[in-house]
């Protein structure tokens, strides 16, 4: 399975993005996706995740009530709309997809995307 994440750039602080993450190469519709970020000199954190049927989605806390998680099963690929967006969320962004596991832990996860760059101007 691989993933291809792609829409980061550089918006203004209160402005808005998505995100995409194209998997192939496998059973997309079977497996949970994730979004992870890591912001320069801090680790990687859970941003939200959704199952492989699109019924349930998990958010940090954090970004509640300003990204959400979809996916388009007929595409092969997951979305994450970013509003709202803050300072803070500048960090690269990366997808991940696992078969069975939805949480925050990234060590369960088992293919990655290679990230893409958000920054977010004040």
């Known amino acids: 399975v691989q993933l291809q994440a792609s829409g980061g750039g550089l918006v203004q602080a209160g402005g808005s993005l998505r995100l995409s993450c194209a998997v192939s190469?496998?059973?997309?519709?079977?497996?949970?996706v994730a979004w992870f970020r890591q912001a320069p000199g801090k680790e990687r954190e859970f941003v939200a995740a959704i199952s492989w049927s699109g019924g349930r989605t998990y958010y940090a806390d954090f970004v509640k009530g300003r990204f959400i998680i979809s996916r388009d099963n007929a595409k092969n690929t997951v979305y994450l709309q970013m509003n709202s967006l803050k300072p803070e969320d500048t960090a690269v962004y990366y997808c991940a997809a696992a078969k069975g596991y939805s949480g925050v832990d990234e060590r369960w996860y088992d293919y990655w995307g290679q990230g893409t760059l958000v920054t977010v101007s004040s």
């Open positions: 190469g496998g059973s997309f519709s079977t497996h949970n």
